[in-house]
């Protein structure tokens, strides 16, 4: 394990402090601009220059972060609206022993060739723990062919013992699983619950009641006035490899109780669900996708219906957005992805910052630029 080149040196440069000249010179040798192309200074700094990252899901496991990222690379692959630039092949996860320390880029954690069922793009991973086992879940194209050649959206699932990996996945997807961004909130019982879905190039509009339609629409949803496509949400069997029941709906509603509509992209679901819990109070948090935001809606059951609250992160430089929320030693802390390194859509890199709370539960917008 290697240690990256930029590691949120004394955290206050991460959450938007003062920064001096010595950081600012530690992250033009690293690769990154001080400043965003059209001049603003960023709020935060990437975790590590070592590789680009992306789609961070942390989690604290014996009081150390552990960053479960996608791996980016170039591939040569134009940019069009399905994703298809975004190939990534393999996993790398990322450890924080205490905040504002150094960052350790692992190893190869599991690779899309070692996975028999998955044929390409290893796309935004999340982890769990039960009973001495780490749990990786994963979504992948699986090997079947659509009109496009391609094959649909599964999630998978590999075990270790380690948090680090190697992990070692099951012969076969989850058995109704489908679409993208999976990601597991286990409640104070220990039950866990998969949220997952994606639209567009996450394929969550060619399925109709778990029946997938291999010619289907990529991107026109024909719902402007009808309810938005939800995310979903499924309860995991005790082995946690499995879903316990069919997938629901994690539906997001307006104060009146009324579905937000395909229409209201600035509210509406798009991907990159991540739920956790508060106050007795459940957070289902989002990307809005083409409108760039990271959004929020709370609700009293995990199964939801969750009330749209507010954003909680204005748009990053590039076209994506994702993210997770975690507790650690007392505070709560955002991480996210933008392009600072590279400047380009499909090479992006992850970045932390605190997260606050209202009095009232509700969450304080967060810039991502300081100016």
């Not at 996993?91 to 998955?118: E, H, N, Q, S």
């Not at 982890?127 to 994963?138: E, H, I, P, Q, S």
Request: charged share 20%; with cysteine; glycine share 10%.
């Amino acid at each position: 394990m290697r240690i990256g080149l930029v590691s949120l040196a004394a955290l206050g440069l991460a959450l938007g402090a003062c920064q001096n000249q010595a950081e600012v010179d530690t992250m033009a040798a690293a690769g990154g601009d001080a400043v965003s192309p059209d001049g603003r200074s960023y709020l935060s700094q990437p975790l590590t220059s070592e590789i680009y990252t992306a789609d961070p899901s942390g989690h604290v496991f014996d009081g150390k972060l552990y960053i479960y990222a996608s791996h980016d690379i170039d591939a040569g692959i134009p940019d069009d609206d399905l994703g298809n630039q975004y190939a990534m092949r393999d996993y790398r996860i990322l450890r924080m022993d205490r905040p504002g320390g150094p960052v350790t880029v692992g190893p190869v954690a599991l690779d899309v060739k070692d996975v028999p069922w998955a044929s390409q793009q290893m796309w935004a991973p999340d982890a769990a723990y039960k009973d001495g086992t780490y749990y990786l879940y994963f979504p992948a194209r699986d090997k079947t062919k659509d009109k496009n050649g391609v094959g649909a959206f599964r999630i998978g699932v590999a075990t270790s013992k380690s948090p680090m990996g190697p992990f070692v996945p099951e012969p076969n997807y989850i058995e109704g699983s489908f679409s993208i961004d999976p990601s597991v909130f286990t409640d104070d019982d220990g039950t866990s619950y998969m949220y997952f879905g994606g639209i567009w190039g996450g394929q969550l509009q060619r399925w109709n009641n778990g029946v997938y339609d291999p010619q289907g629409s990529d991107t026109d949803l024909m719902q402007d006035d009808q309810p938005a496509i939800s995310g979903k949400v499924a309860r995991l069997s005790p082995d946690m490899k499995s879903f316990a029941e069919p997938v629901r709906d994690a539906l997001i509603v307006d104060e009146a109780g009324n579905p937000v509509l395909g229409g209201d992209h600035d509210r509406r679901f798009f991907e990159a669900a991540w739920v956790f819990k508060r106050d007795g109070k459940y957070y289902f948090t989002y990307s809005t996708g083409d409108t760039h935001y990271l959004n929020y809606a709370i609700g009293d059951s995990p199964y939801g219906p969750f009330t749209y609250k507010g954003h909680i992160l204005e748009p990053v430089q590039g076209w994506t957005s994702h993210h997770s929320i975690v507790e650690w030693n007392g505070k709560w802390y955002l991480l996210y992805h933008d392009t600072q390194l590279s400047g380009k859509n499909h090479l992006r890199n992850v970045k932390m910052t605190e997260l606050t709370f209202n009095p009232d539960g509700t969450i304080p917008t967060i810039s991502p630029f300081t100016n």
